[in-house]
Structures are given as structure tokens and as C-alpha cells.
Nanobody, 117 residues
């Protein structure tokens, strides 16, 4: 299982970024894919996930209405569209893949998002 995040960078408050998580090494359609983030000195925070087949999505309260998760099974890629970014969104963002609840997560290496003027 390999997951590679991209799309991070520096953006001003109120701006947007789209993160990508490119997957390989497993049957992508069968796995839920999600995003966590970790800011310096803080615990890792679960943000959003999307199921493999029926497209069910989940968002934590802090990003609901601002972030949108989507997947392109043909490209084995999941996207996290992030709008109305705030300074508190600054963190390293990680994607994961998991075949089901209770199974282990496989992680990417992370991509840095910095929201600053």
C-alpha cells in the first residue's frame, strides 16, 4: 500500500488549496480514504473520510462547510478541497486508507499546509 499526498503549500487566510492523495498497491475501490492533520504541539485530528463504494462522506465539525472530500476511483486518487482557510488550519495533512472499520490504517508521508499572511 502506498499513499502519496500533494498540493500543500503556503496560502493566505481566506484562500483555497486542493490536496491530492494518490494511491497504489491495493484495490482502491474497496478502501475508505480519509484525512487527518497534525499541528505543532497538538494531537492528530481526524478531518474527513469517504467510503470506497457508496461515496458516504464524513466531516469533523471544524471543517464542515469549508472542506470537501471526493474520490476518482479511475485515478485511484482522493481529493480534499479546502476553502476559506484559516490560520488554525496550518498543519501537516496526512491521508490514510483503510479497508473497513476496525482494520488498520495505511498512511501517507504528509504534506504541509501553511495559512499565513
Amino acid at each position: 500500500v502506498q499513499l502519496v499526498e500533494s498540493g500543500g503549500g503556503l496560502v493566505q487566510p481566506g484562500g483555497s488549496l486542493r490536496l491530492s492523495c494518490a494511491a497504489s498497491g491495493f484495490t482502491f475501490d474497496n478502501y475508505a480514504i480519509g484525512w487527518f492533520r497534525q499541528a505543532p504541539g497538538k494531537e492528530r485530528e481526524g478531518l474527513s473520510c469517504i467510503s470506497g463504494t457508496d461515496g458516504y462522506t464524513y466531516y469533523t465539525t471544524s471543517v464542515k462547510g469549508r472542506f470537501t472530500i471526493s474520490r476518482d476511483n479511475a485515478k485511484s486518487t482522493v481529493y480534499l478541497q479546502m476553502n476559506s482557510l484559516k490560520s488554525e488550519d496550518t498543519a501537516v495533512y496526512y491521508c490514510y486508507a483503510r479497508p473497513g472499520v476496525g482494520f488498520r490504517r495505511y498512511w501517507g508521508q504528509g504534506t504541509q499546509v501553511t495559512v499565513s499572511s
